[in-house]
């Protein structure tokens, strides 16, 4: 009943390589995120995603390609891996309505590109 | 860039004692948020105050908003050993539809 999910949860990887991360939510929301966390636990938002559209891309390289199949996915794709996408990236969905604005969070996935 | 400040960084109390953390931030907001991360887990959601609130309590927390200072407080009562977490605020953003959040303060309670 995990509200929302992510694979995998650790990533490890050679510089240059492609990998996805995969986000699913069960929760019936419209509204999905990626965002990337350092190391310095400084967490900044990458792509937003509303009913499968493309609503935010915040100047995050094109090696990074976000993918809604459905509103409850939101995958994220990332070409030729660099040293400095290690990080751990965390997906959210949103709901909000006039009583309150939540976001739920996944558990992460920790990339680390060697 | 817009993302906010928190104060302290770091803490450390004993068990039972009070908790609290400061955040400030620098555009105009509709509402301001905090969430709470255990180590290696997500984010969660813990309050929300709207722009138009001064004060907000939820159990053992107490949340206050000052929007001439673009200044909020997260206060936890009579802090547990699982408090301990790193406590985000986190502002939300109308035009841009996002939340932005602060660096953090890591909270550690001692028993």
């Known amino acids: 009943d995990t509200a929302v999910s992510q694979t995998p949860k650790y990533l490890v990887t050679q510089m240059g390589n492609d990998k996805s991360i995969k986000c699913e939510q069960n929760?019936?929301?419209?509204?999905m995120y990626w965002y990337k966390q350092d190391s310095k636990k400084f967490l900044k938002i990458m792509f937003s995603?509303?009913?499968?559209?493309?609503?935010i891309n915040e100047t995050v390289p094109n090696r990074f390609s976000p993918k809604s199949p459905d509103k409850a996915h939101l995958n994220l794709h990332i070409n030729s891996l660099e040293l400095g996408d290690s990080a751990v990236y965390f997906c959210?969905?949103?709901?909000?309505?006039?009583?309150?604005?939540?976001?739920?969070f996944g558990p992460g996935t920790r990339l680390t590109v060697l | 860039s817009q993302q906010g400040e928190e104060d302290p960084q770091a803490l450390s109390i004993q068990e039972g004692e009070n908790a609290t953390m400061n955040c400030s931030y620098k555009?105009?907001?509709?509402?301001l948020q905090w969430y709470r991360q255990n180590s290696g887990r997500g984010l969660v959601h813990l309050i929300l105050?709207?722009?138009?609130?001064r004060e907000k309590h939820s159990g053992r927390l107490r949340v206050t908003l000052d929007t001439s200072k673009k200044s909020s407080s997260l206060l936890i009562t009579a802090s547990r050993a699982a408090d301990t977490a790193s406590y985000f605020c986190?502002?939300?953003?109308?035009?841009?539809?996002?939340?932005?959040f602060g660096q953090g303060t890591r909270l550690t309670i001692n028993p």
């Open positions: 105050i709207r722009s138009n609130e």
């Open positions: 555009t105009s907001i509709n509402n």
């Open positions: 959210a969905s949103r709901f909000s309505d006039r009583y309150t604005d939540t976001q739920y």
């Open positions: 986190a502002t939300f953003d109308q035009g841009a539809q996002k939340l932005v």
């Open positions: 929760l019936g929301h419209d509204t």
């Open positions: 995603y509303n009913n499968k559209e493309l609503i």
